[in-house]
Nanobody
Framework: QVQLVESGGGLVQPGGSLRLSCAAS????????MAWYRQAPGKQRELVAA???????RYADSVKGRFTISRDIAKNTVYLQMNSLKPEDTAVYYC????????????WGQGTQVTVSS
């Protein structure tokens, strides 16, 4: 079964940038949609950004204009470039593939912690 490994998180000051990576242990070629999610303490997991096989993307309103999702099919990797980070972006970030319903195709990875603080 394909495993997902998220990386690239860390501690950054407000206004800073980070680039997250989500590496899959198997091919993502047949996966229509990959997405990044985040979960802050005491809050539900929320969708941050999604990319469709065609290259179309969509973003949560809270990150539009600041975050960019991309994918490298050859490397089986999905990225999330995060700029102009805010304290409210602090969360554990995960990637996965929504199945079109309420479930996900892959087991959840361990996530990567992003902390925005001065």
């Amino acid at each position: 079964q394909v495993q997902l490994v998220e990386s690239g998180g860390g501690l950054v000051q407000p206004g800073g940038s980070l680039r997250l990576s989500c590496a899959a242990s198997g091919s993502l070629f047949s996966i229509n949609t990959m997405a990044w999610y985040r979960q802050a303490p005491g809050k539900q997991r929320e969708l941050v950004a999604a990319i469709i096989f065609s290259g179309n993307t969509r973003y949560a309103d809270s990150v539009k204009g600041r975050f960019t999702i991309s994918r490298d099919i050859a490397k089986n990797t999905v990225y999330l470039q995060m700029n102009s980070l805010k304290p409210e972006d602090t969360a554990v970030y995960y990637c996965n593939a929504p199945d079109g319903g309420s479930s996900f195709i892959f087991p959840w990875g361990q996530g990567t912690q992003v902390t925005v603080s001065s």
